[in-house]
């Protein structure tokens, strides 16, 4: 069986409040955060094939930013699992079922390379494929389910409802990595059934009973989200010694 990234990267990122796609911020110094995640995949598993999922109207991208030679390139939907979906249906017309593929976030340039290839050793060892995490160490809040008078004149504040506990609680990463088949299968009907719930690969396969693998990964694997979180990365980036 083949090894192949699929590589959503068909948001636009609105939260991040820039002029483009996060995607396509400069991280490193000339490089995107697209350029930045492509080349750190591309080292980790050399041999794997990709397929790139980039919004149809995409004005930012060009074929340079890509370290392969050759690659799929599908078109995104309106969710990321859409655009998850689009990607293994266009990975399925050259990939056999038993093929592994490694779902993995473009906006998630700082996975460390080591991670990347234990998480391949445990898919390889599970039944139903597994996923980079790591364990919650914060206090988890539940807040409170407010009346109309209450948040009328609070704002936006919230109020403690309970402590949830954080045992056994984790933190989903990516890459998550799922034999082409099964997460094509498990997705397609969970995204019929319960299209909500599914936030990442992991949640469709549960959906369907499944129990994926969690493999502790390096917590600086940071998403990036909010514009603090360029700032991170930049910082860590920079910090490690290549
Ligand atoms: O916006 P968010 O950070 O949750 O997006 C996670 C990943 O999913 C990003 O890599 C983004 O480009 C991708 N995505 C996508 N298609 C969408 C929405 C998000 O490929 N419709």
Request: aromatic share 4%.
């Amino acid at each position: 069986p083949r090894l192949w990234y699929l590589v959503p990267a068909a948001g636009v990122g609105s939260r991040m409040q820039a002029d483009r796609p996060k995607q396509y911020l400069e991280l490193t110094p000339g490089g995107s955060v697209l350029e930045a995640t492509l080349t750190t995949l591309r080292r980790a598993l050399p041999e794997a094939g990709l397929c790139l999922v980039l919004g149809a109207e995409d004005a930012y991208f060009t074929p340079t930013m890509v370290p392969w030679q050759e690659w799929l390139r599908a078109d995104g939907g309106s969710e990321r699992a859409d655009s998850v979906l689009a990607g293994l249906e266009c990975l399925s017309r050259v990939a056999s079922d038993d093929d592994l593929v490694l779902v993995h976030d473009v906006a998630r340039p700082c996975v460390r390379e080591s991670d990347i290839q234990a998480l391949v050793k445990a898919a390889r060892e599970s039944d139903d494929g597994a996923i980079l995490a790591a364990p919650a160490s914060d206090t988890m809040k539940r807040a409170a389910v407010l009346s109309h008078a209450v948040e009328r004149t609070e704002g936006s504040a919230q109020r403690i409802a309970h402590t949830e506990s954080r045992t056994g609680l984790w933190h989903a990463f990516t890459p998550q990595a799922f034999p082409l088949g099964l997460l094509r299968t498990a997705l397609r009907a969970a995204l019929a059934e319960q299209p909500e719930r599914i936030t990442d690969e992991a949640s469709a396969l549960e959906a369907c009973g499944r129990s994926p693998v969690l493999v502790p990964a390096a917590r600086d694997n940071l998403k990036i989200t909010h514009p603090e979180d360029l700032a991170m990365a930049r910082l860590l980036l920079a910090a490690r010694e290549d």
